[in-house]
């Protein structure tokens, strides 16, 4: 018994050791120049509390640990060896496993008890169980939309919300009543059902253009299920991990949501795509310019200051290698060329940074949106890659617009403006953007790998 | 209510602010890496999947022990490899000193 206890001890300073280790680790990460050291504190931290969990004495069937370990590895060794490009749908995938385990764990420590559970702890597993539940289901939705396994378009229909609240009413319900009687077990199973079919029906009718919120905040629901797990099993390390995970999904949906100009709310029940067509009347009359790669190659080698700005077309159309070479093929002419970063470009925070920096674009080219807006009047050239919405100037201007307040990417105030677009088709938003029709606006009508690709061989040609 | 439960809400709360200002200072640039960073230690849960599946006290738990273990492991190793292959790639346009 006292080397058991004893035992305990030092299975329990390890997972201080992890705390700290994991604090540094975020700390690490405010800057990409010691971020690095941030990952592998983190692994030392994991590492720690992994192997001496291994050594805790309750453990008597490690068939039961390693074989599972084994599968976990071979897992997330490929997922995490993924492309870029694939990131956003690999971290919705990712909340839906860590989801999933902590449903997993909850499940299970319902019906481990030897003695029957507590009415606290009976509330404390269901919430758990059932944030984890739905997180499992929505994320999983998401990744779908985002592989495009399933469409990208919000799914919508008539009495919706009402529908999913009611589900969630449900699985609230089913809770409260185990609470009352928790020894109801057949009440247990129908819960994590309904909550499972909750996150379907929660994530279903979003867009693919709110997925930055939506995927922040099933980071946030997959964190505080963590939190409430150790808060279950008397973890604290579970209590600090889900605590950090939660609040950071928590912060990247608030900065989102503020990129958007949108409430969480909103963004859950809104439903995005039905609020087009009032505009779309006289639109189709209205006269743009467009050019050829030729004469945009003309006009940004005759430029001082370019402004790129990147948006989801981008990421689409694999343009970013083509892109870096545009930035070498202008750098060279001593053109000062620099890359305007909107909050909610692309499908997850960061997005548009990652595809860049892959593309070995230096990171001290890639500039917020608002560090950039000042600098934009003295732009020569702003060239709109693959972005519509949040280069779009009715978000300042016309308050009959769905997108009325979000904040832009001013790129209208640049001198000349370029957009790489396929079509004049506007995007699944539906919403018309009026850049297209300034004066000072050129269309380069193309896919945006092959139109940049086109761009940079004039540039080359010549010299 | 529990002692458990109250010591675990001054844990909870203090690493909740601890998040928010360490999160806070998180260049934008990095979300993505962050998002896949917190992903990895979330996954320290794989220590609570562990005992329940290495006790093994009914099958019905074991086997939700052993799926916990698998998913959680999966995302500790994944988000770590991803994280450290994003975080390679960024690169200043300065040169070194």
């Known amino acids: 018994m006292m080397t058991a206890s004893g035992l305990q001890q030092y299975l329990d300073f390890a997972y201080i050791a992890a705390v700290v280790l994991f604090i540094f680790s975020l700390k690490l990460l405010s800057s990409p120049v010691h971020a690095r050291w941030g990952v592998l504190a983190g692994e030392i931290g994991a590492a720690l509390a992994v192997v001496a969990t291994l050594f805790n004495p309750e453990l008597v069937a490690y068939k039961w640990v390693l074989i599972p370990l084994i599968i976990g590895a071979g897992v997330g060794i490929p997922l995490g060896m993924v492309q870029m490009t694939a990131v956003p749908q690999r971290t919705a995938l990712s909340h839906a496993f860590g989801a999933l385990s902590a449903a997993m764990i909850g499940i299970a420590e319902y019906y481990v008890g030897t003695a029957p559970v507590t009415r606290f702890e009976m509330g404390e597993i269901a919430l758990e169980v059932i944030i984890g539940s739905l997180t499992f289901t929505g994320s999983l939705i998401a990744a779908g939309k985002l592989q495009e396994i399933l469409p990208q378009r919000p799914i919508v229909y008539r009495g919706q919300n009402i529908v999913s609240l009611t589900a969630l009413a449900g699985a609230l319900g089913l809770a409260v009543a185990l609470v009352v009687n928790p020894a109801n077990t057949m009440l247990f199973p129908i819960m994590v059902i309904v909550a499972l079919i909750f996150g379907v029906l929660l994530v279903t009718p979003i867009g693919g253009a709110d997925m930055p919120t939506v995927i922040s905040l099933l980071n946030s629901y997959a964190g505080f299920s963590a939190a409430l797990l150790g808060f279950v099993l008397n973890s604290k390390v579970l209590v600090v991990a889900g605590a950090l995970d939660g609040s950071s999904g928590f912060i990247l949906s608030v900065i989102m949501c503020k990129a958007m100009n949108r409430s969480f709310t909103n963004v859950m029940f809104g439903a995005f795509g039905q609020v087009q067509a009032s505009a779309a009347g006289a639109k189709e009359e209205r006269v743009v310019r467009s050019a050829t790669p030729e004469e945009a190659a003309a006009i940004l080698e005759a430029a001082s200051n370019v402004v790129i700005v990147p948006g989801y077309g981008m990421a689409v159309a694999q343009a970013q290698h083509k892109v870096r070479e545009l930035y070498d093929a202008l750098t060279k002419k001593g053109i000062n060329v620099r890359f305007a970063i909107h909050p909610v470009a692309g499908r997850m925070p960061g997005h548009m940074n990652v595809l860049l920096a892959e593309a070995d674009i230096p990171y001290d080219r890639l500039v917020e949106m608002d560090d950039i807006n000042g600098d934009m009047p003295q732009a020569d050239v702003a060239l709109v890659i693959g972005a519509n919405d949040v280069t779009n100037p009715a978000a300042r201007s016309d308050q009959a617009s769905p997108i009325y307040g979000m904040p832009i990417i001013d790129v209208d105030k640049a001198h000349t403006v370029m957009v790489i677009k396929r079509s004049m088709n506007p995007g699944f938003a539906g919403i018309d953007n009026p850049l297209y029709y300034l004066d000072r606006t050129l269309m380069l009508f193309g896919d945006a790998k092959q139109f940049v690709g086109g761009i940079v061989r004039e540039l080359g040609g010549g010299h | ?97």
């Open chain 2, 1 to 97: 209510m529990p002692a458990d439960f109250i010591s675990n809400l001054y844990v909870f709360i203090l690493a909740g602010f601890v998040g928010f200002e360490l999160i806070k200072r998180v260049s934008p640039l990095l979300h993505t890496p962050l998002m896949s960073l917190t992903n990895a230690l979330d996954a320290i849960v794989v220590v609570a999947a562990i005992i329940i599946a290495g006790r093994h006290e009914t099958h019905l738990t074991t086997v939700l022990g052993a799926i916990a273990v698998a998913a959680s492991f999966s995302n500790m190793v994944g988000g770590f490899l991803i994280t450290d292959r994003m975080l390679r790639m960024f690169k200043s346009g300065r040169p070194k000193q």
